[in-house]
C-alpha cells in the first residue's frame, strides 16, 4: 500500500507542476502577433521587455516563446529602421540570439525563419546566413501568402535572386499573387521599389511574362 501511496503522490506532484508551469506560462503570454505585410514599415504591437519564462518553465511554451521570439526580432527591427542605420545595440543582438535559439526548438517556424533573414539583412545583406535562412521560409511555408510580401523585398534587395533555387522560388512567389492573390499586388510594387538593379530586372521580366499591362506600372 505504501508503494501505491507514494507513486499516487508522485502522479499528483507531476500534476500539480504542470499546473502551476501552465498558469505561469499563459501569464507571461503575449498576444499572437500575425507577420508584417510590409518590409518597409515593419513594427511591433508591443512595447516594453518581452517575457521568455514560458521557454525556460515549461516545455509545452514552445509555441508561445516562437511568438515571444517574433515579437522581439520585429522590435528589434522596428528600432534599428528608425535610426536608420544598422547598430549593433545589444537589444539587436538579443534578438537574433532569442530567434536562433527558439528555431533550435522549433525549426519549422517560417516566421522566424524570416524574421532571422529581416535581421540579418540589416546588418548585412550578404550574410551567408541570410540566404539559408530566406530558403528556410519558402522549404517551410511554400504557399503562405502571408511572407509572400516580404520575403520578395528581402530577395529583391540583395544577390541571392543569383541562385537559382531563390529565383524559381521567387518567381512562384510572384505568380502566385498575379494569378490568385491580387490583392497582394502593390506589395511587388513596394519590392520593385527597395530592389537593386538585379531585382528589379528580376520582377520586372516575371511580371511582364504574366501581365505585360501591371509590368509598365512598375517603374511609374
Do not use: C
Not at 140 to 156: E, H, I, K, Q
Amino acid at each position: 500500500m505504501s508503494g501505491i501511496r507514494i507513486l499516487l503522490m508522485a502522479v499528483a506532484l507531476t500534476i500539480g507542476s504542470y499546473v502551476v508551469v501552465s498558469a505561469v506560462t499563459a501569464m507571461t503570454a503575449l498576444e499572437p502577433v500575425p507577420f508584417p505585410s510590409d518590409a518597409a514599415k515593419i513594427s511591433s504591437p508591443w512595447v516594453g521587455d518581452v517575457p521568455s519564462l514560458s521557454a525556460m518553465l515549461s516545455p509545452f511554451g514552445s509555441e508561445q516563446e516562437s511568438n515571444h521570439a517574433l515579437i522581439s526580432a520585429l522590435q528589434a527591427i522596428e528600432a534599428n529602421r528608425k535610426k536608420q542605420t544598422t547598430v549593433q545595440s545589444e537589444q539587436y543582438a538579443e534578438a537574433i540570439g532569442r530567434v536562433r535559439r527558439t528555431l533550435s526548438i522549433s525549426p519549422y517556424n517560417p516566421e522566424l525563419w524570416l524574421a532571422l533573414a529581416l535581421l540579418l539583412t540589416q546588418r548585412d545583406p550578404h550574410d551567408p546566413v541570410v540566404f539559408e535562412a530566406l530558403k528556410m521560409t519558402y522549404f517551410t511555408a511554400p504557399s503562405d501568402t502571408r511572407l509572400m510580401p516580404v520575403r520578395l523585398d528581402v530577395a529583391g534587395r540583395s544577390d541571392m535572386l543569383a541562385d537559382p533555387d531563390i529565383r524559381d522560388l521567387a518567381l512562384s512567389d510572384v505568380r502566385l499573387i498575379m494569378t490568385r492573390r491580387p490583392e497582394l499586388k502593390p506589395a511587388i510594387v513596394s519590392a520593385f521599389r527597395r530592389a537593386s538593379e538585379r531585382g528589379k530586372a528580376f520582377l520586372q521580366d516575371a511580371v511582364q511574362s504574366i501581365d505585360p499591362a501591371f509590368a509598365q506600372t512598375l517603374r511609374g
